[in-house]
């Protein structure tokens, strides 16, 4: 297996079985906490991450298919294409603007069905072969209804546009709440963001 990525909590690898690629992510163990304690929690964030995943499937986001071969392993299926951080400056106008409503009406999904990612970047979005969006990695998720924590899970996805591709944030920003606007609570959780955006900029 070939190491793809290394993160804080685990490995990414590319492995290849009979012609077909997947990623092996292994929550790796801390030499910190105590042995009992350390494996419970790799236990249970690697659970955690399977039911949002299976969970966001049912909602209609797409999501690699995942099965987990043991306690501390997610096998997931390798979506052939692009992340949209790597087009997304380069993308026609056109283009960017309906991207930008498919991840707001993903969001509204994940929102509706009281998920939350925790980690919505550009970098987390793959654009396959065929031109679907797939929503990766919900190792920092929950499950919460929270209209403040759906309102963090917007603004971290702005923070993400506007450190990345700047010179698209205004018109990004419609379209991703525009897409987001068929979420039945959606005003509140846009005034919510607001908020925070405004405490944010006063803390600076």
């Known amino acids: 297996m070939k190491i793809v990525q290394r993160g804080a909590e685990a490995v990414l690898y590319l492995q290849k079985e009979l012609d ?19 494996e419970k929690i790799r236990k249970n964030r690697t659970r955690h991450e399977l039911k949002l995943l299976s969970r966001a499937r049912q909602a209609g986001i797409q999501t690699p298919k995942a099965w987990s071969p043991n306690k501390y392993n997610i096998v997931m299926d390798y979506i052939e294409g692009f992340r949209v951080k790597d087009v997304f400056n380069d993308l026609e106008t056109k283009e960017r603007k309906k991207l930008c409503r498919e991840m707001g009406d993903i969001i509204a999904k994940l929102h509706e069905n009281g998920m939350i990612h925790g980690d919505l970047t550009t970098s ?3 654009l396959d072969k065929n031109g679907k969006m797939f929503l990766i990695d919900f190792g920092l998720g929950k499950f919460s209804g929270k209209i403040e924590d759906q309102a963090v899970d917007l603004f971290l996805l702005q923070e993400a ?3 990345t591709h ?7 920003w419609k379209g991703v709440l525009k ?9 509140e959780v846009i005034k919510r963001f ?3 955006a405004k405490r944010r900029r006063y803390k600076k």
């Open 20 to 38: 077909k690629k997947m990623i092996v992510k292994e929550r790796v163990s801390k030499g910190y906490r105590i042995p009992e304690i350390d």
């Open 124 to 126: 987390n979005m793959i």
């Open 161 to 163: 546009i506007k450190s």
């Open 166 to 172: 700047f010179d698209f944030l205004d018109e990004s």
């Open 179 to 187: 897409g987001y606007g068929k979420y039945s609570r959606s005003k």
């Open 194 to 196: 607001e908020q925070i």
